[in-house]
């Protein structure tokens, strides 16, 4: 069955300090699609990024930047320079396709803090 | 501005009581989803509509039941059979075929606390 696990609960750093979110996922799918999304303390979960299973070129948009790795099923997220703004919670999520047709699964979340 | 519409924010239930929680989009997607938030298990689904008049249950269906009789809206009720609501519910859709390509736009979501 599909899976998403983000191993942290929980991030603190200080402002303009570089951080990692972890993603790891499980699909017996070829075909899927992996998404990051941000939820403020307002609630509503903003989407970050999409990428699909046969593109795993490196992305970087302005602070934020992904990694996918098929090897390791991974699709960590980086910030560099953190802001406190970027204080959230974030969710990685899965979509295969053939297993769940459009359903997202979502891992548990990451709580970042930024302090500053 | 398109985007999904969720109400009220904040909802408070007695033991016992229906309540039925609104979901509008004018985005015309063709799908919509519900999603149950509890502190530290991410986000489980509830049910979910591809097409106006269908719905399927999700993982968590039990104690909720929900309508799709037009496009833009797809409310929930949660039932005196939910033991446990009290809970941050979120409200989905998307368009695209496959569905989930392009992600979903989510709602703001509402709290519902029993009391």
């Known amino acids: 069955a599909q899976k998403v696990t983000q191993a942290q609960t929980e991030i603190s750093v200080v402002e303009k300090e570089d ?10 799918d070829t075909t899927y ?11 509503e979960l903003v989407f970050l990024i999409r990428r699909n299973s046969f593109d795993e ?25 953190s802001q406190v703004v970027d204080s959230a919670v974030y969710f990685c999520a899965l979509s295969d396709l053939e297993t769940s047709g459009s359903r997202l699964t979502f891992g548990e979340g990451t709580q970042l803090t930024v302090n500053p | 501005d398109g985007g999904i519409t969720q109400s009220p924010k904040y909802l408070f239930r ?4 229906n309540v039925t929680l609104s979901c ?32 399927q249950k999700g993982d968590i269906a039990e104690g909720y039941s929900v309508s799709r009789e037009k496009k833009e809206s797809f409310p929930l009720t949660v039932t005196s059979a939910q033991k446990n609501p009290t809970a941050f519910y979120l409200c989905a859709s998307s368009n695209s075929r496959p569905q989930g390509i392009y992600g979903y ?5 509402t709290r519902l606390t029993v009391v």
């Open chain 1, 33 to 43: 699609y992996l998404f990051w999304y941000k939820q403020p303390p307002s609630g």
């Open chain 2, 105 to 109: 736009t989510f709602g703001s979501g």
């Open chain 2, 24 to 55: 509008e989009q004018n985005l015309n997607h063709d799908a919509m989803y519900w999603y149950r938030q509890d502190p530290g298990q991410g986000l489980r689904l509830i049910y979910y509509s591809q097409i106006v008049n269908d719905f």
């Open chain 1, 57 to 81: 070129q490196n992305e970087i948009s302005g602070r934020y930047s992904w990694n996918f790795q098929k090897s390791t099923s991974s699709f960590n997220f980086t910030i560099t320079a």
């Open chain 1, 19 to 28: 951080v990692t979110l972890d993603c790891v996922y499980e699909t017996r």
């Open chain 2, 14 to 17: 007695k033991e016992g009581q």
